[in-house]
């Protein structure tokens, strides 16, 4: 059977700690989609580590981690983020498959994508300049180029071939800084390295493990408002981020998923351009800003901040069919004398309790709904019962506003600051 865990926000929900703590639960954890842009951030024994394309079981022993077919891979980041794991995972080769499916980002897929941005003027949509759209588009094109087609004889061929296109299209944008002789170096030289790992047919892979009684985590990447077909278009990420993909993105039938983890935090945050109805542009939202370190764990960007939506969340739990919810960072709102949470949308004077279609140009105004802080300290030693009455209240809230329970409650980043409630 397959458990799906994947973000219900915009993003930086906090996937990588929880698919961590999942883990022990599970025999194998498998990225279904995205690329580098993606950054799971893992805490334990005082050490922290930030995970782009490796699934987040990678540290724990005797978990096969998969970077399914969905995925797109840049080899240069995969080598970077294995040198940063190594010592700490010292068999990540053993423990860590690659599909040959997987599509390959390009030296010039990076500078394709820096060129398309910089044309774009005020309507950037805030790319992560990774390569991650280029590549995609390449992929639905039928011009991309997977792993497994660097083992045949005609790769360098198809190779240069491509790199042409892409210098024909760069050329029309007009753009020219870039060294790509430098590039191709650091490309070919990781790409040594990639093909070392273990490389497989890893749809056959995960089924055979699925008819062997073996339980399997599918880990998202970005967040379920940047899904590219159900999100704030354009303002979205180049993959489908819901549940949905994990069938496309990993090879496995929908009869074969069991249970859907949504993360949310308990406000929002979002990163580079688009429409964020309940974003904070004052004191308050600075706060939250530095108080939860809301800074892109792989860009570094500051993350634009807001109050929980709860019109965005029901949305997403609805797109996704979520099972249980996991709530991260209730902790940043300590010290907070009024919480709030939008529960519906004004739009030309009509409340609405669905998001807009045109959600980019729709005018936004959230009705919200206050809630009694939490106090200065949410201390998760006691388990649930024991923490402030106003917290609790704010629980049962979003559970009975999204007929969902919340499971998991992540009070800090360390794997043990969190409570598991009882089903």
Not at 290 to 301: D, I, V
Not at 331 to 344: N, P, W
Request: glycine share 10%.
């Amino acid at each position: 059977m397959v458990d799906i865990i994947l973000g219900l926000q915009w993003g930086d929900e906090g996937k990588g700690k929880i698919a961590d703590f999942l883990t022990p639960q599970y025999d194998i954890v498998a990225r279904f989609q995205g690329g580098p842009n993606a950054g799971h951030s893992l805490e334990f024994e005082g050490k922290k580590f930030v995970l782009n394309t490796i699934p987040s079981g990678i540290f724990r022993k005797g978990i096969l981690n998969i970077i399914g077919n969905g995925v797109v891979v840049d080899p240069i980041r995969l080598q970077a983020e294995i040198e940063r794991i190594k010592d700490e995972c010292p068999d990540y080769s053993e423990r860590l498959l690659v599909s040959l499916k997987a599509h390959l980002i390009l030296p010039t897929h990076r500078i394709l994508d820096a060129a398309s941005e910089a044309a774009k003027g005020e309507a950037k949509i805030g790319s992560t300049l990774r390569g991650i759209g280029p590549t995609y588009r390449d992929k639905t094109g039928r011009n991309g180029i997977r792993i497994g087609d660097t083992l045949e004889a005609d790769f360098m061929s198809r190779y240069r071939e491509t790199v042409q296109m892409h210098l024909r299209q760069i050329e029309s944008l007009g753009y020219t800084g870039f060294d790509l002789q430098s590039e191709e170096e650091a490309f070919f030289t990781a790409l040594e390295q990639l093909q070392k790992l273990k490389l497989v047919n890893s749809e056959y892979l995960i089924n055979e493990a699925i008819a062997n009684g073996k339980k399997v985590l599918a880990e998202g990447a970005q967040g379920s408002m940047l899904d590219v077909e159900f999100g704030s278009y354009p303002f979205v990420t180049s993959s489908t981020t819901l549940a949905g993909g994990v069938c496309s993105g990993l090879g496995v039938a929908p009869k074969h998923i069991r249970k859907v983890y949504g993360i949310f935090k308990a406000y929002s945050t979002r990163v580079g351009g688009g429409p964020f109805p309940t974003e904070l542009n004052d004191e308050t939202g600075d706060r939250i800003r530095k108080t939860g370190n809301e800074f892109g764990a792989t860009t570094g960007r500051p993350r634009r901040t807001g109050w929980l939506d709860m019109v965005a969340l029901k949305y997403t739990c609805m797109l996704n069919g979520v099972d249980e919810l996991i709530m991260m960072k209730s902790d940043v709102l300590c010290g907070f004398e009024e919480v709030k949470a939008a529960v519906a949308y004004n739009i030309h004077g009509h409340e609405t309790h669905q998001v807009p279609a045109n959600l980019c140009s729709a005018p936004v105004e959230p009705q919200y709904r206050s809630f009694e802080g939490f106090g200065n300290h949410l201390d998760h030693l006691g388990g649930f019962d024991a923490l402030p009455e106003s917290f609790r209240n704010y629980i049962h809230f979003i559970e009975t506003e999204l007929q969902t329970p919340i499971r998991v409650i992540s009070l800090g980043p360390e794997r043990d600051k969190t409570i598991v409630r009882p089903k």
